[in-house]
């Protein structure tokens, strides 16, 4: 489980970007955080992740912090950003092959695997070829492939739609189905609002760096007197009216 205690953060101490942030994310759930362009979204994943302090409060996964345990922590974890990072000099199996030995997956199993997600996101032929050939939907489908590879107890997913064909998109969203079923927890920022409504189990959206509504659909009904709303009306809601 993943458990977000009243974080505050940013890129400057003096200048918070997140305000007293409250949430977390169950096994076998997949949690949507929402809202508009510098709401803070990238920033509450970059606190996840470690890759920036909090000014105030806890991250922790499994009664862990990432500062008391930071390896043990780190591999229990996928990510897959909005914008891909790859390595030149590497083609996309030498990739996949880095991953699998950073993660210390055994060589038979990864290869096994590798073949697979290979297959599924339309990438066999491209195996050898460098990242700059490949266009960005092809980059961001190599994170892909690497994420889904680990096979983590925690994915975070930062806008992975950008970009992908459809086929692309279906095979991404039934593998995060299968790693939920399989215990996964997932955290998925997106401004998809329908494939969120649709895959997503409960949902926080952010406001200028707080959160104006979480919950389930039915208690974000509840919570703004909408009965029937849609998670995109919930959303316009929220955004126009403040919270609830």
């Known amino acids: 489980m993943l458990e977000v205690h009243q974080l505050t953060g940013g890129y400057f101490p003096q200048q918070p970007v997140i305000h007293d942030l409250s949430f977390h994310v169950q096994p076998k759930e997949i949690v949507c955080l929402i809202g508009l362009n510098g709401a803070g979204k990238s920033t509450t994943i970059k606190h996840i992740l470690g890759f ?17 345990h930071p390896e043990s922590f780190r591999k229990k ?11 030149p000099e590497l083609t996309l199996k030498e990739h996949l092959q880095l991953t699998a030995m950073a993660y210390g997956i055994k060589k038979k ?10 297959e599924t996101f ?12 490949f266009s960005k939907g092809m980059r961001q489908k190599v994170m892909i492939m690497c994420a889904f590879l680990i096979q983590p107890r ?3 997913v930062d806008e992975p739609f950008v970009g992908l064909d459809p ?51 039915a208690s974000m009904r509840q919570q703004t007197g909408l009965d029937q709303a849609s998670l995109d009306q919930l959303f316009v809601h929220v955004m126009k009216e403040g919270r609830p």
Request: a negative charge; charged letters at 20%.
């Open 52 to 68: 920036l302090r909090p000014t105030k409060g806890t991250i922790l996964f499994d009664g862990q912090t990432q500062l008391d």
């Open 167 to 217: 086929l692309a998109i279906h095979s991404l969203l039934e593998h995060m189905v299968q790693l939920k079923e399989q215990g996964c927890s997932i955290l998925l920022s997106t401004h998809v609002l329908a494939t969120a409504e649709k895959y997503g189990d409960r949902f926080v959206i952010l406001k200028e760096g707080r959160i104006a509504l979480q919950g389930d659909m």
């Open 122 to 133: 339309q990438m066999t032929r491209q195996a050898d070829w460098y990242p700059s050939t």
């Open 109 to 118: 199993h990864a290869e096994g695997r590798m073949e697979e997600l290979m």
């Open 154 to 156: 925690l994915l975070i």
């Open 77 to 87: 974890i996928a990510y897959i950003p909005e914008t891909p990072y790859l390595y």
